[in-house]
């Protein structure tokens, strides 16, 4: 039996952690009592209230401002092979239960109760990321768990997130256990997409509006013009277009996004409906707009303008502007389709902010669906952030 160390928080600070929330800030901690420097970054520990009564076993990084993540409301939590394991048959079975095809989001960290851990699944081929120290350290047991789990053809540590930098961790991809193809396919509704995991983006595929495509495809398969703009491999687009859009344009400044767009068209016998550009998309909509073309849907799928709280401002910004010129390019009685990844930009407030753009360009709206991560990003009811994507699909109406 392992003997765990001790972090003890200051007065009330537990409130926020049994109301629900995972993690503890760094300012939360007593450290008079407990100093942070004695951890060692990924260790477990236990949390303790101020009165020293336990809040749960959490992984810690002294050098990161979330401190320590709670893994178990239980004190003295090994996370072991087995552990994991149980952790990681939870988060499949319901995924199982969900999904018709082995393509998804397998684990989504806090809100499958493994902290800082991402899996997507393509098939028998798992690409992870480990974003925290703790998950960092943990990574030989989740590659054992994950080897009893399932029959893994291959894991790939894509590791190479941004958000390692305020854990201390470095930048690096790395093979796990088995063997990873250069190209991972996924199959969406009727479609399939090669994804070239070496020049993809994250773990290579945006799971999280799987179910947002499927819901929407339909509304767009009888439109003359539609844009995908932030297209990345197309997803969006190319679905409209297999369900009968007549011409797609899809915009993404990656250019091996654009040429997976092209591939991709092709290899489903899309090409002569699906165009790629590499472009800006503020840049694209400017010269749309100068021409007379008016297109009978835009979808805008943008990456998260704001990452942190401090940029909700500009990010607010920058969501109107594009909103508001996609709007202007839609022709009355067609659809924008518009979303945002930002965790700190709330869904009232994106609502706010969409028919606010549409009265500034002189346009009335109806806002015909609201948009959500799909089931396999669940979402802690006590941690707003976890819910971080919301869409809207809107009709710019004829006549008011
Ligand atoms: C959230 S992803 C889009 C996901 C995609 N719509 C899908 O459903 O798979 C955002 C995309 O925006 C692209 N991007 C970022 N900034 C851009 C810009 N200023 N202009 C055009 N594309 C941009 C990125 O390359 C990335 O592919």
Redesign the pocket.
């Known amino acids: 039996m392992p003997t765990f160390d001790a972090i003890c928080l200051k007065k009330n600070e537990d409130r926020r952690l049994r109301g629900g929330h995972l993690w503890v800030f760094s300012n939360e901690v007593d450290v008079g009592a407990t100093p942070l420097t004695g951890l060692v970054a990924g260790q477990a520990a236990n949390v303790l209230d101020a009165d020293g009564r336990p809040v749960g076993t959490a992984l810690v990084n002294p050098r990161s401002l979330i401190c320590a993540r709670l893994i178990s409301r239980r004190p003295d939590v090994e996370p072991s092979v087995e552990w994991f394991l149980g952790r990681l048959r939870s988060a499949l079975s319901i995924r199982e239960r969900i999904f018709d095809q082995p393509f998804y989001r397998m684990v989504f960290g806090e809100s499958d109760g493994l902290p800082g851990l991402v899996i997507d699944r393509f098939g028998g081929v798992l690409v992870a990321q480990a974003n925290t120290a703790g998950m960092e350290r943990l990574r030989p047991k989740i590659e054992q768990a994950l080897g009893q789990l399932m029959r893994l053809e291959g894991l790939l540590w894509r590791n190479d997130a941004a958000v390692r930098d305020f854990e201390g961790l470095g930048r690096v991809i790395e093979p796990g256990p088995g063997r990873v193809p250069e190209k991972l396919a996924v199959i969406e509704g009727d479609l399939r997409f090669e994804i070239d995991l070496m020049a993809s983006?994250k773990t290579g595929?945006?799971f999280d509006?799987q179910a947002n495509?499927q819901r929407v495809w339909p509304l767009l398969g009888d439109c003359e013009r539609v844009a995908?703009?932030?297209?990345?491999?197309g997803?969006?687009g190319l679905g409209a277009a297999a369900l009968g859009a007549a011409h797609v344009d899809c915009?993404?400044?990656?250019l091996s996004?654009v040429n997976a767009i092209r591939d991709n068209a092709r290899a489903n016998g899309l090409e002569e409906r699906v165009t790629a550009v590499r472009?800006?998309?503020?840049q694209w909509l400017d010269e749309q707009l100068a021409t007379k073309v008016r297109l009978d849907a835009v979808?805008v799928?943008?990456?998260a303008f704001a990452p942190r709280s401090r940029d909700v401002k500009a990010a607010l910004t920058a969501y109107r502007r594009i909103n508001e010129k996609a709007l202007r390019l839609i022709r009355p009685g067609g659809l924008l389709v518009t979303c945002s990844?930002s965790s700190h930009v709330f869904e009232d407030r994106f609502l706010d902010l969409v028919g606010k753009a549409a009265r500034h360009v002189d346009r009335d709206v109806q806002v015909l669906m609201r948009l959500e991560q799909g089931p396999d990003h669940p979402v802690i009811p006590a941690m707003p952030v976890s819910r971080y994507l919301k869409g809207l699909v809107v009709r710019v109406l004829e006549t008011f």
């Open positions: 983006q595929w945006y509006q495509r995908d703009l932030y297209s990345y491999h997803a969006w915009v993404d400044s990656s996004a472009q800006d998309v503020d979808i799928d943008p990456p990844c």
